[in-house]
């Protein structure tokens, strides 16, 4: 009877598991029957761009969050980026315009700087996550308003004879029939798995989150680890505001406002917890698919904008409410075989 | 002391079992409180006082047995049940609020309240302030309990749970922490009590304040209880041998460590000092280990000696004091300053300060050598995986399978886990912070060998513990370690249980309470 109990409690916990991938397949099932033009190659080459978006943000993201902290920041720096490429390309410094690629450098190192300065918050002022990166949420916003004194830097496209075409093609630019930053989102997935799940620095990652005492008394150096997640997250956020620009070929100073609350969604989705030390970075993208669907979907369906709020709100308490039951039953799952015994024994 | 009075038994807990994953806590244990008398519990660590304590306090409830108060079953769900029924604990760690005042601590969670919505302040200062005064402590009500000493703070614990008419109160290691003078007062303080009629229920490792103030002693090893007497019939004899009983064989007693006296040793600590804000003590801690030398230090709680070990681990920022190891100077200012000098440590509190839940029992045992396994950046799990079996097969970590969670291992599994942790950085010294906590018997033994053949490849091993009998298996030189100072030191033929224990009482408390 413990057998067949335990037996279904463990595919019990392989759905609970797979739950975001049920989900994503349900959510695709269902759009498709209502709306006949929801699986056709236009509509999902859309659906893939705006998935790519929240996605590049969640991935950053899943390192913080799985190390135990939170980057609220990620938004506004999304839009400074922006700003800053837009301004290079088409203000310049001191008159003198930048070329794309420069102006893209230029902007991965501002917000790789707001990265640091976010982890130094953290890390070497014993500033809390949430705090630290709120600050940096506003003072990013304000940096990238005063950059154009809240104007708009339009026509990114750029002109020959400037010498400042090509940043367009970061955004509109199509490879094997697939966008640019579709190839970004899945490179960049790629890449952060690699190091999750093979690194040092992943394995770090994840006992920091799981116990950031022990992790300093095995000797990692939590400070480092942590600057470079909150680093890493940046840079995400960073290139997004970028490919945003691009794609609509100007940037606008409020670009990417409210978006750490989807990416920060997306990854609770995929069932890494916010306590830290648990979750992937594969759920942190199929997280990013299941907002990135549902959003789309319920347009095309006809769901009201206020209706679209409250079914997402849902969506996100529900998947946290059976996180916390999934957990319930791996750690009964555990301890289950070794107590097994009927007569209380001291066991060796 | 007592009289023959026969007091009434008011709680009792019958064939109580508690179980933790694969741990036997707690086997059929029968523990009678009686009224208006100090019963004592006495055990070593992991001998299962704290569980039997969370059960009567209602914080867990057991997995056969029941708790019974006055001839009523009780059946006791949260601390707020047995608060209810008239039981209150004052835990070894205070949870004084530092923030609020004292009346405010005394009623916290059940203020009395006027008008039906407002804090009833008069009502609650009067008989706070009645309460302190019957305690002997007049101390004003409006005093913030984060200014008090330690002493007081207790003094506002007790108060608390009186507050709630508690019948029986259970007093956690109440004197580790206080001044002789402030154990003292305690001790008037517990006379007091027991004239009004409250049972209490008395948990200490000092032999000399249990032999004083105890009237019924009961004494509990591996989760079993193997002794109950009245004060008349109980001495320190009775009770030491009792609570470490003669339960190793024969065949484990060390070989003595033959290396001789005059090479350098391993380690070499000079000028150390323990201090923290709790902790006074002496500035001039020295030690030496010889390679293959098994060195214990034995001492009460809050004695310092996980600080020694922490400062030595380069868990301390600072290590204050010169540490030499095989005779050149190391700075410790880190944990890796720590491991790269050759020592590594198995801290005290695995849950706290060594398992990553989260994790594998692979990957938590190669946690602190995954630099060690990479090639471009990467981790080379094969290399990893056959160390990590290596490693858990020379300790025989008895795992199903290493890719589970570390916390489906048994406390003596985990604990050889985090050995291996260390072991896979390869060190010349290794450092445990109560080695056998929490372990059951069988892995204690299991781990002295492991130990044993580590000091005889050539480490040299520094470990605290509380408990006698784990001093004299395993060490071949036993350090008494008392208030932040090295108070004894003895050859493990010398130490005998009477020396020890005379050794680590912070003699003081006794002397000036009788």
């Given at each position: 009877?413990?057998?067949t109990?335990?037996?279904?409690?463990?595919?019990?916990?392989?759905?609970?598991?797979?739950?975001?991938?049920?989900?994503?397949?349900?959510?695709?099932?269902?759009?498709?029957l209502?709306?006949?033009?929801?699986?056709?190659?236009?509509?999902?080459?859309?659906?893939?761009?705006?998935?790519?978006?929240?996605?590049?943000?969640?991935?950053?993201?899943?390192?913080?969050?799985?190390?135990?902290?939170?980057?609220?920041?990620?938004?506004?720096?999304?839009?400074?980026?922006?700003?800053?490429?837009?301004?290079?390309?088409?203000?310049g410094?001191?008159?003198?315009?930048?070329?794309?690629?420069?102006?893209?450098?230029?902007?991965?190192?501002?917000?790789?700087?707001?990265?640091?300065?976010?982890?130094?918050?953290?890390?070497?002022?014993?500033?809390?996550?949430?705090?630290?990166?709120?600050?940096?949420?506003?003072?990013?916003?304000?940096?990238?308003?005063?950059?154009?004194?809240?104007?708009?830097?339009?026509?990114?496209?750029g002109?020959?004879?400037?010498?400042?075409?090509?940043?367009?093609?970061?955004?509109?630019?199509?490879?094997?029939h697939v966008?640019?930053?579709?190839?970004?989102?899945?490179?960049?997935?790629?890449?952060?798995?690699?190091?999750?799940?093979?690194?040092?620095?992943?394995?770090?990652?994840?006992?920091?989150g799981?116990?950031?005492?022990?992790?300093?008394?095995?000797?990692?150096?939590?400070?480092?680890?942590?600057?470079?997640?909150?680093?890493?997250?940046?840079?995400?956020?960073?290139?997004?505001?970028?490919?945003i620009?691009?794609?609509?070929?100007?940037?606008?100073?409020?670009?990417?406002?409210?978006?750490?609350?989807?990416?920060?969604?997306?990854?609770?989705?995929?069932?890494?917890?916010?306590?830290?030390?648990?979750?992937?970075?594969?759920?942190?993208?199929?997280?990013?698919?299941?907002?990135?669907?549902?959003?789309?979907?319920?347009?095309?369906?006809?769901?009201?904008?206020?209706?679209?709020?409250?079914?997402?709100?849902?969506?996100?308490?529900?998947?946290?409410?059976?996180?916390?039951?999934?957990?319930r039953?791996?750690?009964r799952?555990?301890?289950?075989?070794?107590?097994?015994?009927?007569?209380?024994?001291?066991?060796? | 002391?007592?009289?023959?009075?026969?007091?009434?038994?008011v709680?009792?807990?019958?064939?109580?079992?508690?179980?933790?994953?694969?741990?036997?806590?707690?086997?059929?244990?029968?523990?009678?409180?009686?009224?208006?008398?100090?019963?004592?519990?006495?055990?070593?660590?992991?001998?299962?006082?704290?569980?039997?304590?969370?059960?009567?306090?209602?914080?867990?409830?057991?997995?056969?047995?029941?708790?019974?108060?006055?001839?009523?079953?009780?059946?006791?769900?949260?601390?707020?049940?047995?608060?209810?029924?008239?039981?209150?604990?004052?835990?070894?760690?205070?949870?004084?609020?530092?923030?609020?005042?004292?009346?405010?601590?005394?009623?916290?969670?059940?203020?009395?309240?006027?008008?039906?919505?407002?804090?009833?302040?008069?009502?609650?200062?009067?008989?706070?302030?009645?309460?302190?005064?019957?305690?002997?402590?007049?101390?004003?009500?409006?005093?913030?309990?984060?200014?008090?000493?330690?002493?007081?703070?207790?003094?506002?614990?007790?108060?608390?749970?009186?507050?709630?008419?508690?019948?029986?109160?259970?007093?956690?290691?109440?004197?580790?922490?206080?001044?002789?003078?402030?154990?003292?007062?305690?001790?008037?303080?517990?006379?007091?009590?027991?004239?009004?009629?409250?049972?209490?229920?008395?948990?200490?490792?000092r032999?000399?304040?249990?032999?004083?103030?105890?009237d019924?002693?009961?004494?509990?090893?591996?989760?079993?209880?193997?002794?109950?007497?009245?004060?008349?019939?109980?001495?320190?004899?009775?009770?030491?041998?009792?609570?470490?009983?003669?339960?190793?064989?024969?065949?484990?007693?060390?070989?003595?460590?033959?290396?001789?006296?005059?090479?350098?040793?391993?380690?070499?600590?000079?000028?150390?000092?323990?201090?923290?804000?709790?902790?006074?003590?002496?500035?001039?801690?020295?030690?030496?280990?010889?390679?293959?030398?098994?060195?214990?230090?034995?001492?009460?709680?809050?004695?310092?000696?996980?600080?020694?070990?922490?400062?030595?681990?380069?868990?301390?920022?600072e290590?204050?004091?010169?540490?030499?190891?095989?005779?050149?100077?190391?700075?410790?200012?880190?944990?890796?300053?720590?491991?790269?000098?050759?020592?590594?440590?198995?801290?005290?509190?695995?849950?706290?300060?060594?398992?990553?839940?989260?994790?594998?029992?692979?990957?938590?045992?190669s946690?602190?050598?995954?630099?060690?396994?990479?090639?471009?950046?990467?981790?080379?799990?094969?290399?990893?995986?056959?160390?990590?079996?290596?490693?858990?097969?020379?300790?025989?970590?008895?795992?199903?399978?290493?890719e589970?969670?570390?916390?489906?291992?048994?406390?003596?599994?985990?604990?050889?886990a985090?050995?291996?942790?260390?072991?896979?950085?390869?060190?010349?010294?290794?450092?445990?912070?109560e080695?056998?906590?929490?372990?059951?018997?069988?892995?204690?033994?299991?781990?002295?060998?492991?130990?044993?053949?580590?000091?005889?490849?050539?480490?040299?091993?520094?470990?605290?513990?509380?408990?006698?009998?784990?001093?004299?298996?395993?060490?071949?030189?036993?350090?008494?370690?008392?208030?932040?100072?090295?108070t004894?030191?003895?050859?493990?033929?010398?130490?005998?249980?009477?020396?020890?224990?005379?050794?680590?009482?912070?003699?003081?408390?006794?002397?000036?309470?009788?």
């Amino acid at each position: 009877m413990n057998d067949t109990r335990s037996i279904s409690a463990s595919t019990l916990l392989l759905l609970l598991k797979l739950r975001a991938v049920l989900v994503l397949v349900a959510l695709i099932i269902v759009f498709a029957l209502l709306s006949p033009s929801f699986l056709t190659a236009n509509n999902l080459s859309i659906l893939a761009k705006h998935v790519s978006i929240t996605a590049i943000l969640a991935v950053g993201m899943t390192f913080v969050i799985l190390s135990g902290g939170i980057d609220l920041s990620v938004g506004s720096i999304a839009g400074l980026a922006g700003m800053v490429a837009g301004g290079m390309l088409t203000v310049g410094i001191h008159g003198h315009l930048s070329g794309a690629f420069v102006s893209i450098c230029a902007a991965l190192a501002v917000s790789l700087l707001v990265g640091v300065l976010n982890g130094l918050l953290v890390t070497q002022f014993g500033v809390a996550p949430f705090i630290a990166t709120l600050g940096t949420l506003y003072i990013a916003r304000g940096a990238a308003l005063l950059l154009s004194q809240g104007r708009t830097f339009p026509d990114l496209a750029g002109t020959p004879e400037g010498g400042s075409t090509g940043f367009t093609a970061l955004g509109q630019s199509f490879f094997l029939h697939v966008p640019l930053p579709v190839w970004l989102m899945l490179v960049i997935t790629a890449a952060t798995v690699l190091i999750a799940a093979r690194t040092p620095f992943g394995r770090h990652v994840y006992a920091i989150g799981g116990n950031e005492r022990a992790a300093r008394l095995a000797g990692i150096r939590i400070d480092r680890v942590k600057v470079w997640t909150y680093c890493f997250s940046a840079v995400c956020a960073g290139l997004v505001g970028l490919i945003i620009a691009s794609q609509l070929e100007s940037a606008h100073p409020a670009t990417g406002e409210s978006f750490e609350l989807n990416a920060i969604a997306a990854v609770v989705l995929g069932g890494t917890s916010l306590m830290g030390g648990r979750g992937s970075v594969g759920g942190s993208l199929i997280g990013a698919c299941v907002i990135g669907v549902l959003a789309d979907g319920l347009v095309m369906v006809g769901v009201s904008e206020f209706w679209q709020m409250v079914i997402k709100g849902v969506v996100i308490v529900l998947a946290v409410t059976v996180d916390q039951f999934q957990a319930r039953i791996q750690s009964r799952l555990t301890a289950a075989p070794l107590s097994r015994g009927d007569t209380p024994r001291v066991l060796a | 002391m007592s009289d023959a009075v026969q007091h009434c038994v008011v709680l009792e807990a019958r064939g109580v079992s508690k179980r933790y994953d694969s741990t036997l806590a707690l086997d059929r244990v029968d523990f009678q409180v009686r009224a208006g008398a100090v019963n004592v519990l006495i055990g070593e660590n992991g001998a299962g006082k704290s569980t039997l304590m969370r059960l009567l306090a209602g914080v867990e409830l057991p997995n056969t047995g029941d708790i019974w108060m006055s001839g009523r079953r009780l059946d006791m769900r949260s601390p707020r049940d047995a608060a209810a029924a008239g039981i209150a604990i004052v835990h070894q760690e205070l949870a004084v609020m530092d923030n609020l005042d004292i009346a405010e601590n005394i009623f916290a969670g059940r203020e009395l309240v006027r008008s039906s919505a407002l804090v009833d302040r008069r009502a609650e200062e009067s008989r706070g302030a009645a309460a302190l005064l019957a305690l002997g402590k007049p101390i004003p009500m409006r005093t913030l309990a984060g200014t008090l000493s330690l002493g007081n703070r207790q003094v506002i614990e007790i108060a608390r749970a009186l507050a709630g008419n508690a019948r029986v109160l259970i007093l956690d290691e109440p004197t580790s922490a206080l001044s002789a003078t402030e154990a003292t007062a305690l001790f008037h303080v517990i006379a007091s009590l027991k004239a009004r009629g409250v049972g209490i229920v008395y948990i200490s490792h000092r032999l000399n304040e249990l032999l004083l103030l105890g009237d019924y002693f009961t004494v509990l090893r591996d989760g079993r209880v193997v002794g109950d007497g009245t004060r008349d019939n109980v001495d320190r004899t009775w009770i030491v041998e009792r609570m470490s009983g003669r339960r190793i064989d024969a065949n484990q007693t060390r070989a003595a460590n033959t290396s001789s006296g005059n090479e350098i040793p391993l380690l070499e600590v000079r000028g150390a000092n323990v201090k923290t804000e709790s902790v006074s003590g002496s500035d001039d801690l020295n030690l030496a280990v010889r390679k293959g030398e098994i060195v214990g230090i034995y001492g009460l709680l809050g004695a310092g000696r996980t600080e020694f070990l922490e400062g030595l681990a380069g868990a301390r920022r600072e290590m204050p004091g010169e540490v030499r190891v095989d005779g050149a100077r190391i700075a410790l200012h880190s944990v890796s300053d720590a491991l790269k000098a050759g020592i590594a440590l198995v801290p005290e509190d695995r849950q706290r300060d060594g398992l990553v839940p989260d994790l594998s029992i692979r990957e938590n045992i190669s946690l602190a050598s995954l630099s060690g396994f990479s090639r471009a950046g990467f981790v080379r799990r094969r290399d990893e995986s056959a160390r990590v079996h290596e490693l858990a097969e020379q300790l025989h970590i008895a795992a199903r399978d290493l890719e589970l969670p570390v916390t489906s291992l048994s406390g003596g599994n985990q604990q050889k886990a985090l050995l291996a942790r260390c072991l896979m950085r390869d060190p010349k010294i290794l450092l445990l912070d109560e080695p056998t906590r929490g372990v059951d018997v069988g892995a204690k033994a299991e781990i002295y060998r492991v130990l044993r053949s580590l000091a005889a490849s050539g480490l040299a091993i520094l470990f605290t513990t509380s408990e006698i009998e784990e001093a004299q298996l395993l060490a071949d030189r036993i350090l008494v370690m008392t208030q932040g100072a090295f108070t004894a030191e003895f050859s493990a033929a010398n130490a005998t249980d009477e020396v020890l224990f005379a050794a680590a009482s912070p003699r003081t408390t006794v002397e000036s309470a009788a």
